[in-house]
C-alpha cells in the first residue's frame, strides 16, 4: 500500500489562499476585459427636445412653488405625436 504524503494545515491554507488570489484575479479581468462600450448619445428629434425643455420647465416651476414633493404627471394627446418616451427615460436618469 502507498504512504500518503503528510502535509501540514500551513500548506493547505496557503494553496487555497493562492487559489482564491488567482481566483479573483482572472474574475477581475474578464469583468473589465467584457465591460460594455458607452453608447454615443444618439441624436433626439426636435420634437422630442421641446418635450423634455417642457418637462424641465414644469419641473422647475414645480420647484419655486415649492411643490417639488417627486410627483409630476405628464400626458401627450397629440395625434401622431413622437413616442419620446425612451429620450426623456435616458435625459431623467431612468436606468437607475
Not at 55 to 67: M, P, V, Y
Request: aromatic fraction near 6%.
Amino acid at each position: 500500500m502507498r504512504k500518503l504524503i503528510r502535509t501540514s494545515r500551513r500548506a493547505w491554507v496557503g494553496a487555497w489562499m493562492v487559489l482564491c488570489a488567482v481566483g479573483i484575479a482572472a474574475t477581475a479581468g474578464l469583468n473589465a476585459a467584457s465591460a460594455p462600450d458607452p453608447h454615443p448619445e444618439e441624436p433626439v428629434s426636435a420634437e422630442c427636445a421641446e418635450y423634455i425643455a417642457d418637462i424641465e420647465t414644469q419641473l422647475a416651476k414645480a420647484r419655486r412653488e415649492g411643490a417639488d414633493d417627486g410627483v409630476l404627471a405628464f400626458s401627450r394627446s397629440k395625434v401622431g405625436a413622437d413616442d419620446c418616451s425612451d429620450e426623456v427615460l435616458e435625459h431623467f436618469g431612468g436606468d437607475r
